[in-house]
Nanobody, 114 residues
Framework: QVQLVESGGGLVQAGGSLRLSCVAS??????MRWYRQPPGKRREWVAG???????NYADSVKGRFTISRDNAKNTVYLQMNSLKPEDTAVYYC??????????WGQGTQVTVSS
């Protein structure tokens, strides 16, 4: 079983930055992703990175967020710049293993004030 541990959430003013981290236990992790769930809304995909470092992003965060991966540390990051109040959400780390099973972190709260 893969365990995901997230950190880095908190309260920040609009225009500020945060970096989220997610450390995965075990190995054989393929794609790693970030999702978020704003208050009262459905969970949505934010960004993904494959094992070779290729990335993609939701339109809402392109140019502001950067996902990256350190395979040696089995860690994925989400650098969030130019934060907006609408970025307020619980952010979740998600990973797929080589058997196509998916795992989720516990979520970390990001709150952006006006």
């Amino acid at each position: 079983q893969v365990q995901l541990v997230e950190s880095g959430g908190g309260l920040v003013q609009a225009g500020g930055s945060l970096r989220l981290s997610c450390v995965a236990s075990g190995n054989n992790i393929n794609v790693m992703r970030w999702y978020r769930q704003p208050p009262g809304k459905r969970r949505e995909w934010v960004a993904g990175v494959n094992s070779g470092g290729g990335t993609n992003y939701a339109d809402s965060v392109k140019g502001r967020f950067t996902i990256s991966r350190d395979n040696a540390k089995n860690t994925v990051y989400l650098q969030m710049n130019s934060l907006k109040p609408e970025d307020t959400a619980v952010y979740y780390c998600q990973a797929d293993d080589s058997q196509f099973r998916n795992y989720w972190g516990q979520g970390t709260q990001v709150t952006v004030s006006s």
